[in-house]
C-alpha cells in the first residue's frame, strides 16, 4: 500500500509540474461526478469538483478548465465528503483488550498507528478521539510521515477514583501519596482526579499536551470494574472545574454518561457533550436540547457486532446498555436533540473493520440522507466546539463547496438511495482523498 501510495503522490507532483508551475499549487480536477455536499439532499448532478493544494476551489456543473490539473473521470458516481466518527479510539480500538491491559505502551501505539492507515481507508477522514495518548500518531499523520484521519484529541480521558476509567488493580487503593503513578496515567492513556484541585491541575496538564476537548467519566460504564451503570461520577464542582479550564481554552467538555441524574449534572454544569445516553429519559433529552447540549450516540446493539466480555458483570451491563439503543434513537429524533454518530469500537482490530457497517446500521432509525449528515455536515459541527483547539481551522470538514477541506469520497453508486454501499468500503468507495492527497484510487488518472 505505501508504495502504491508514493507512487500517487509522485504522479500527483509530476502532473502539477510538468504545466511548467514550479511553485503552482497542485489541482486536482474530478469529473462526471454526482455530489452529495453533505448537508443538502438534492445531489449537484453532473458536476465538477477542483481541489487546490488541500482544499476544494470550485464545485460547478459547468466545465471546468483546470491546465496541469491531475484528472480523474468520475465516470458518474456519487462524490461524498470524508465520514467522520465522533466518538472513537485510535489507540482502545485496534488493540486487544489483553494489550491494553497487560502491555505496554509502545505496542499500544504500534497497533494504533496501523487502526488509523486502516481507518483512512475506510473512509472515515476525521475522528473525535474520546480518549487515550493519540498526539504522536495525530502529529506524524498531519506531517504525512503515516496515513491515518485528522484527529481531534481528547487526550487521557479523565476519571474519579473507582469511575469509568480507572482500571487498575483491586489492590490499588487505599492509595497513598508514596504510591507511583498507575503506568497507564503515567503515558497519558487515562487519568484520574480527585476534588477540585486535581481536576483543575489534571485538566490544564491535558490541555498542555494538546487536546482538542476535554473528555470525562461522569457516570458508570459496562466495560469497567468499579463503577454500577447508576453511579454518578465526579461531584459538580468537579464537573465545573473541568468546565471552567476548558472554558478558559476556549473549548469544551463531553462526558461519558449513560444515565438521568448524571446528564442532569453535567448539563447545569456546563458539559457539551452527553457520550452514549441509552439510558436516558425523554424529559433529559429535551434538557439536552434547550441547552443546545449533544447526544453523542452509537447504534449498539446486542447483534453480530455485539461486544462479549469475560466479566459476566460487564456482559449483563452491556445487554442493559444495547437494550436502551432502539429506544434512544427513536426518541432522540422526536425530540429534536442534537444526534452525533460515532462507533466506539474497542480492543478488537475486526470489529472495527466493521466501522462503515455501524454506520449503515443507522437506517433502522433514519433516511440514508439523514444518516450521511450526521456522519459528516453533523459530526463536523459537533467538532467545531472545540473552536481555536480545532487542528484544521483554514476550512469546513464534512461538506463539499469552496473553501472546504478536500477530504473526500466517491462511490461506486448513489448511497443516498443505499446507504449499505457505507458498510462495504473496500469494494464500494473507488477514491478516497484527505487534505487533497489520494489514498486510494481505482479509477485511472490522465
Ligand atoms: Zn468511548
Redesign the pocket.
Known amino acids: 500500500m505505501i508504495k502504491h501510495l508514493s507512487l500517487l503522490c509522485v504522479f500527483v507532483f509530476w502532473g502539477a509540474t510538468s504545466a511548467g508551475a514550479q511553485e503552482a499549487v497542485q489541482q486536482t480536477l474530478i469529473t462526471n461526478v454526482h455530489v452529495f455536499d453533505g448537508a443538502n439532499e438534492q445531489r449537484i448532478e453532473n458536476a465538477n469538483v477542483l481541489i487546490e493544494g488541500n482544499l476544494i476551489a470550485a464545485v460547478s456543473t459547468h466545465p471546468i478548465t483546470a491546465e496541469g490539473a491531475t484528472l480523474i473521470d468520475g465516470g458518474g458516481s456519487t462524490l461524498i465528503p470524508g465520514l467522520i466518527d465522533a466518538?472513537w479510539?485510535t489507540l482502545y480500538c485496534c488493540n486487544p483488550q489483553s494489550v491494553v491491559v497487560t502491555g505496554d505502551i509502545l505496542e499500544v501505539a504500534v497497533r494504533g498507528a496501523i487502526g488509523s492507515e486502516k481507518t483512512l481507508m475506510r473512509g472515515f477522514t476525521s475522528v473525535r478521539d474520546?480518549?487515550g495518548n493519540s498526539f504522536a500518531i495525530k502529529r506524524m499523520i498531519d506531517k504525512r510521515e503515516i496515513d491515518g484521519p485528522r484527529i481531534l484529541p481528547s487526550g487521557p480521558p479523565v476519571t474519579q477514583t473507582g469511575g469509568h476509567f480507572d482500571y487498575r488493580p483491586y489492590q490499588a487503593v487505599p492509595s497513598n501519596a508514596a504510591d507511583s503513578k498507575w503506568y497507564w496515567y503515567s503515558v497519558g492513556l487515562m487519568a484520574q482526579a480527585d476534588g477540585v484541585p486535581e481536576v483543575t491541575k489534571t485538566s490544564r496538564e491535558i490541555m498542555r499536551m494538546g487536546a482538542s476537548q476535554l473528555k470525562i467519566a461522569g457516570g458508570g460504564g459496562v466495560s469497567s470494574t468499579y463503577d454500577p451503570l447508576d453511579v454518578r461520577q465526579f461531584t459538580k464542582a468537579e464537573i465545573e472545574a473541568f468546565v471552567e479550564v476548558a472554558d478558559t481554552y476556549n473549548t469544551y467538555v463531553a462526558s461519558?454518561i449513560f444515565t438521568d441524574e448524571a446528564t442532569r449534572i453535567a448539563v447545569e454544569a456546563g458539559v457539551k457533550s452527553i457520550?452514549h445516553g441509552f439510558l436516558m429519559s425523554r424529559e433529559t433529552m429535551e434538557l439536552m436540547r434547550d441547552n443546545d447540549v449533544w447526544l453523542s450516540v452509537q447504534p449498539l446493539l446486542d447483534d453480530e457486532d455485539g461486544f462479549t466480555f469475560n466479566d459476566p458483570e460487564s456482559q449483563r451491563k452491556w445487554i442493559e446498555v444495547t437494550d436502551g439503543t432502539d429506544r434512544t434513537y427513536t426518541t432522540a429524533k422526536e425530540v429534536g436533540v442534537k444526534v452525533a454518530f460515532g462507533t466506539?469500537i474497542l480492543f478488537d482490530p475486526a470489529l472495527a473493520e466493521r466501522q462503515g457497517a455501524f454506520l449503515a446500521k443507522l437506517k433502522r432509525w433514519y433516511e440514508p440522507f439523514e444518516v450521511l449528515k450526521m456522519a459528516t455536515s453533523g459530526n463536523a459541527e459537533l467538532l467545531a466546539l472545540a473552536g481555536p483547539r480545532h487542528p484544521y481551522r483554514a476550512g469546513p470538514l464534512g461538506v463539499i463547496k469552496e473553501g472546504a477541506y478536500a477530504d473526500l469520497i466517491l462511490v461506486d453508486g448513489n448511497p443516498l438511495e443505499d446507504i449499505d454501499l457505507v458498510a462495504s468500503p473496500h469494494e464500494n468507495f473507488d477514491l478516497i482523498m484527505k487534505d487533497g492527497v489520494i489514498y486510494k484510487n481505482t479509477l485511472s488518472l490522465n
Do not use: A, K, L
Request: aromatic residues 0%; charged residues 30%; without cysteine.
Open positions: 466518538h479510539h474520546v480518549g461519558h457520550e466506539d
